[in-house]
């Protein structure tokens, strides 16, 4: 069975540049969550749905940032413009339920910006 | 508001010594608790959960124990290999908190031949 599949595996760009990150979680699961991870600040949740909603959203950093998932399928993270500071490895995770259940990761999209 | 406290690191054992990741919450009802490792280049993936106190999660010869009275949860193994280098986060989860993962800051463990 596939598990949840990120792309890009790595991005370099400049600053300024607009950036999308894509997720696909596991067939049936309800639960998406994008987390951001770097040395300093460690794993930061960014901002999670259910059932394609967005429930929280109070990790994002800022107004650059942005998240959809327009099907059961599918989530963006989008960066515009990006800066140096978001460089970091950010993860997608998936889940069926919420609370004692199994969060399901990617293999992260490695984000640098010259 | 929760919180996940993971002993420092970076930690580096020579092979089949004893392991000791230790690790303390803060919740404002009954948490679930979990163990999860993130290996070179990839994701974290679930190592062993407990769902109320006094229950041993365990896996792969990796045991934790959840302790209400000391607020604990710490990782052990008793004879670690090379392959159980990688970094090992705590994390809780709380109904009153909405159910989602709150994570500790992880802990590097390298295992040395």
């Known amino acids: 069975d596939a598990g949840v599949i990120q792309s890009p595996r790595h991005e370099v760009t400049e600053m300024g540049q607009e950036v999308t990150l894509r997720c696909k979680p596991i067939?049936?699961?309800?639960?998406l969550f994008w987390y951001r991870q770097t040395m300093m600040r460690g794993l930061e949740l960014l901002i999670y749905?259910?059932?394609?909603?967005?429930?929280?959203d109070s990790g994002m950093p800022e107004d650059r940032f942005s998240a959809k998932m327009p099907n059961a399928s599918f989530s963006t993270l989008k960066i515009q413009p990006s800066e140096p500071r978001d460089s970091a490895v950010y993860f997608c995770?998936?889940?069926?339920?919420?609370?004692?259940?199994?969060?399901?990761f990617g293999e992260g999209s490695r984000l640098t910006v010259l | 508001g929760n919180s996940v406290t993971q002993m420092e690191g970076p930690v580096t054992l020579s092979e089949e010594a004893f392991l000791t990741i230790n690790c303390t919450y803060t919740?404002?009802?009954?948490?679930?608790l979990f163990w999860y490792v993130q290996y070179p280049g990839e994701g974290l993936q679930l190592l062993l959960k407990?769902?109320?106190?006094?229950d041993k999660g365990s896996n792969k010869g990796f045991e934790a124990t959840y302790r209400k009275e000391t607020t604990s949860f710490h990782l052990e193994k008793g004879s670690v290999q090379v392959s159980d280098s990688a970094v090992y986060f705590c994390?809780?989860?709380?109904?009153?908190?909405?159910?989602?993962?709150?994570f500790g800051e992880g802990t590097q463990l390298t295992v040395n031949p």
């Open positions: 994390a809780l989860s709380d109904r009153n908190s909405g159910s989602r993962l709150t």
């Open positions: 919740a404002t009802g009954y948490p679930s």
């Open positions: 995770a998936s889940s069926l339920g919420i609370g004692a259940g199994e969060l399901f």
């Open positions: 749905f259910n059932n394609n909603v967005p429930i929280d």
């Open positions: 407990a769902t109320k106190a006094d």
């Open positions: 067939s049936g699961h309800d639960y």
